[in-house]
């Protein structure tokens, strides 16, 4: 069965950093790219961050470009999103989200979802 | 960029009720269409994709429609497990855009 799993989410003041992480498992890794997705407390969903299977050519929303950084290791099974400057509106449950395709497009479905990771950011 | 607009925000419905959610795209997205169901500590699900083709287990109570701009979600006879909140994300051009959820709660 297809599972992701995060990590790394916590309370952290504003202007800090924090770094998550994800680690998936039953499927063949390095062939798909994966996502960031997040979800702000009585919110909507917002896509965030992802990359491609072969880690090039991440994508940012304009909402994190210059903050975040996305990245891979296809080694691992794992990837992780470094996060800087944090801001209170970035307070969310964030979500690793399996795509299913090797690239970020137009056409891309989202699954498995990971259970999430709360990060809160305070004044 | 895409902008997707769902309604109700909310909704109250009893077990055994039909259901429908509906979702509007800012412009033609053709069958871009996905649904996913959300639940409080739960990773979410992927429900319906491409309009309305049903994600492999996902019960065949549950039923996606419409092309272009205007999509549906529907319910028919709502389960107990079924009391959660559902998203409609498009998928025709990058990025990728969702709807601000509709939470389905029990009457």
């Known amino acids: 069965e297809e599972h992701l799993l995060e990590s790394g989410g916590g309370l952290v003041q504003s202007g800090g950093s924090l770094r998550l992480s994800c680690a998936a498992s039953g499927f063949t890794f390095s062939d798909y790219a994966v996502t960031w997705i997040r979800r702000a407390p009585g919110k909507g969903l917002e896509w965030v961050a992802g990359v491609s299977s072969r880690g090039t050519d991440p994508q940012y929303a304009e909402s994190v470009k210059g903050r975040f950084t996305i990245s891979r290791d296809n080694t691992k099974k794992t990837m992780s999103l470094q996060m800087s400057n944090l801001r209170v509106e970035d307070t969310a449950v964030y979500y690793c989200?399996?795509?299913?395709?090797?690239?970020?497009?137009?056409?891309?479905?989202?699954?498995?979802w990971g259970q999430g990771t709360l990060v809160t950011v305070a004044s | 960029d895409i902008q997707m607009t769902q309604s109700p925000s909310s909704m109250f419905a009893s077990v055994g009720d039909r259901v429908t959610i509906t979702c509007r795209a800012s412009q033609e997205i053709g069958s871009w269409l996905a649904w996913y169901q959300l639940k409080p500590g739960k990773a979410p699900k992927l429900l319906v994709f491409g309009a309305s083709r049903l994600q492999r287990g996902v019960p065949s109570r549950f039923s996606g429609g419409g092309s272009g701009t205007d999509f549906t979600l529907t319910i028919n006879t709502v389960q107990p497990e079924d009391f959660a909140t559902y998203f409609c994300q498009q998928a025709n051009s990058f990025p990728p855009a969702f709807g601000q959820g509709t939470r389905l709660e029990i009457k």
């Open positions: 989200v399996k795509v299913w395709s090797s690239f970020l497009s137009g056409s891309n479905w989202f699954d498995p």
